[in-house]
């Protein structure tokens, strides 16, 4: 069962507007999540993260809200450009059995020039 | 670049070959992992290495045999491996061995199983 979810496997967005990547978890001892991007032939490269003490962080176009309420986080790109197309993994850990790096099966971002 | 690079980058095997995966970081990090990426799937955790000592076996088959000689080199040794077993292998490494969080990771390698 997985317990980091991204239901969304594609995303088209037009550039200029906005990405919004979503992601729920099950586990409620994961506190600290992290989003990945991977453009292909290479490896998933950190983002952002944000810990369970917030409920967003901020760095640049990129920003992630944290819903603990409702196991859910999300990625709002703002403003989406070209570059920006890549498949982006949504991860989170915690303590004890949850302290590994669990990773959701990502969603591919295209961006429309 | 990452700091982190894998060798080969493909890898085509039969079931009867011995072949080894290498991974090498340049960040002074003390812990390095095995990722395995099938298509469409999540990336599944194989193993943990902190400080050379191997901390997690994610009841990984004993088909694959981590080695670990020091803290920036990682091997995934691959022996009478099964088709199901292509994937992309992905190597990351992390400073502090106590959290997993931020991990670096090299391109992977491309592994086709005949």
């Known amino acids: 069962d997985q317990q980091v979810k991204q239901n969304s496997p594609s995303l088209s967005v037009q550039e200029g507007r906005i990405s919004i990547l979503n992601c729920d978890y099950t586990?409620?001892?994961?506190?600290?999540f992290l989003w990945y991007k991977k453009y292909p032939a290479e490896g998933p490269t950190f983002l952002i993260s944000?810990?369970?003490?917030?409920d967003k962080n901020e760095d640049g176009r990129f920003t992630v809200f944290l819903n603990k309420s409702a196991k859910h986080l999300s990625l709002h790109i703002v403003p989406s450009q070209p570059g920006d197309s890549a498949v982006y993994f949504c991860a989170a850990s915690g303590s004890g059995s949850a302290r590994q790096l669990t990773f959701g099966s990502g969603t591919q971002l295209t961006v429309l020039p | 670049e990452t700091g982190v690079t894998q060798t080969p980058r493909h890898l085509v095997m039969g079931m009867t070959n011995k072949k080894s995966l290498k991974c090498e970081q340049h960040l002074g990090h003390n812990a390095m992992y095995w990722y395995k990426q099938s298509a469409k799937k999540p990336l599944e955790l194989m193993f943990v290495y902190n400080f050379k000592e191997q901390t997690e076996n994610n009841s990984v088959p004993s088909r694959f045999s981590p080695e670990c000689p020091n803290s920036s080199h990682l091997f995934l040794h691959l022996h009478t491996l099964q088709p199901e077993d292509s994937a992309l292998y992905l190597c990351?490494?992390?400073?502090?061995?106590?959290?997993?969080?931020?991990?670096?990771f090299g391109p992977g390698t491309r592994l086709t199983v005949l």
């Open positions: 586990n409620s001892m994961f506190d600290y």
């Open positions: 990351a490494s992390s400073l502090d061995p106590r959290s997993y969080n931020e991990q670096f």
């Open positions: 944000i810990s369970s003490i917030k």
